[in-house]
């Protein structure tokens, strides 16, 4: 029992960071908006530039973008019916786990055990970065915002993984695209 009881924690931590691998997407958008007239794209340029990223995530998210709105049948056009748009922001979070709960080492419960000797007061900090990427389409020729696509998650520190991490969060969010009507 005092062994396993040693691996709570641990399992918490690794159950509470799996988890934190997805990403949490939403969309919005206009509802009096016929998405079947749009068949063209282009970057729009003002916009991309005022994203706070470096230009080499800011490209890998470009490049996801262009590929999962080609798949989806559009095509990137010197004059389109929709302008992308992207935007981000990041926050740090820290979180504490203790496992601190008063019980002897063999499992007395709550209280006090003449065997406690204080084996259990195990605390651990984890701080990760959560990203938000907004991608905003446009309607080129009303210059109006017609949809918008948000994803959230932890952003990876890993180096190797992060243009797969930006192309999971892309292909969530566009996947919302077109919005389904309901009637």
């Known amino acids: ?23 949490k997407v939403a969309s919005d958008f206009d509802k009096t908006t016929d998405f079947n007239q749009y068949k063209t794209f282009a970057f729009y340029k003002t916009g ?3 994203a706070e990223i470096n230009d080499i995530d800011k490209r890998r998210i470009l490049h996801a973008i262009e590929a999962e709105l080609t798949a989806k049948g ?3 056009s010197e004059n389109p019916d929709l302008l992308i748009s992207i935007f ?3 926050r740090e979070q820290v979180n504490v786990y203790s496992n601190n709960m008063g019980w002897g080492p063999y499992g007395y419960g709550w209280g006090w055990s003449p065997y406690y000797y204080n084996n259990f007061n195990n605390t651990s900090v984890t701080r990760s970065t959560e990203g938000t990427l907004y991608i905003d389409l446009i309607d ?9 696509g948000v994803g959230t998650g ?6 190797n993984k992060k243009e797969e ?3 999971e969060f892309v292909a969530k969010i566009i996947d919302n695209y077109p919005p389904e009507l309901k009637n």
């Open 1 to 23: 029992m005092k062994n396993i009881l040693k691996f709570v924690p641990v399992l918490a931590l690794l159950l509470i960071v799996s988890s934190c691998s997805s990403v």
């Open 48 to 50: 991309i530039d005022k």
């Open 74 to 76: 559009f095509v990137k």
């Open 88 to 90: 981000t922001k990041a």
């Open 140 to 148: 080129a020729n009303k210059k109006e915002l017609i949809w918008q």
């Open 154 to 159: 932890v952003l990876n520190d890993n180096m």
């Open 165 to 167: 991490r930006i192309q």
